[in-house]
């Protein structure tokens, strides 16, 4: 058990919608990052927050918004989702906002029809 | 470009043989290397890292990887594969100021054979 945690584990929607993936840190890590796992693109790093605030930015569309709140737990908004949103999301926390130990949540597997 | 290529997709083994997953790297400076595991169903795992210091780091589960920098290679090893230890493996690299731009490579999927 990492100590991330993610919410909800599945997840089957329409062309169209709208979802939110909810991710809890480890306790006492102040930095949350997203990703997606696909099998034509593998792992690819979305957006990080540091403390609440944006820290960095990846290969995130613009369908797509993040936020960490004050508990440190971050939501991933996916807006107007498509055939090819259908992915592996993955939530990672670290101590730091470099360098070090990512530890990875079990991941929300999104389908969308 | 920075990358990190795996040239291995999928590897077979024989439980109890011996294992090694390439991993070559491409990028302006020597970063952090780490290794993660996968398995089927599961978030990723760090098995190990290296920052510096000795090139051999030692990790969890009996995992070891050297370092080369003439080669620009981070390979892991294992003396003894054990069934469990079947599931995918991902070298990643990660410059040494932040971790915004941590490289996670294709991956290699370990099959092992009782």
């Known amino acids: 058990d990492s100590g991330v945690t993610q919410t909800p584990k599945h997840l089957i929607t329409a062309t169209g919608q709208r979802v939110t993936l909810r991710c809890s840190p480890r306790s006492g890590d102040l930095s949350v990052y997203w990703y997606q796992q696909s099998l034509d693109q593998g792992l690819q790093f979305l957006i990080q927050y540091y403390n609440g605030e944006e820290r960095a930015k990846g290969n995130i569309l613009e369908r797509f918004s993040a936020q960490q709140f004050p508990d440190l737990h971050s939501e991933l908004n996916l807006s107007s989702l498509e055939l090819g949103d259908s992915a592996l999301y993955f939530c990672?926390?670290?101590?730091?906002?470099?360098?070090?130990?990512?530890?990875f949540g079990e991941g929300s597997r999104l389908t969308v029809l | 470009a920075q990358s990190v290529t795996q040239p291995d997709i999928h590897i077979t083994v024989s439980e109890g043989a011996s294992l090694e997953l390439r991993c070559n790297y491409s990028y302006g400076a020597t970063p952090y290397l780490f290794w993660y595991v996968q398995s089927p169903g599961q978030g990723l795992q760090l098995l190990l890292k290296?920052?510096?210091?000795?090139?051999l780091v030692q990790g969890i589960k009996g995992f070891e990887a050297e370092f080369k920098r003439s080669q620009s290679s981070f390979n892991l090893r294992k003396p003894s594969v054990h069934w469990s230890d079947a599931a995918e493996y991902f070298c990643?690299?990660?410059?040494?100021?932040?971790?915004?731009?941590?490289?996670f490579g294709p991956g290699t999927s370990l099959s092992v054979i009782p």
């Open positions: 990643a690299v990660a410059p040494k100021t932040s971790y915004d731009k941590v490289i």
């Open positions: 290296y920052f510096s210091g000795d090139t």
């Open positions: 990672a926390s670290s101590v730091s906002s470099y360098a070090g130990e990512l530890f």
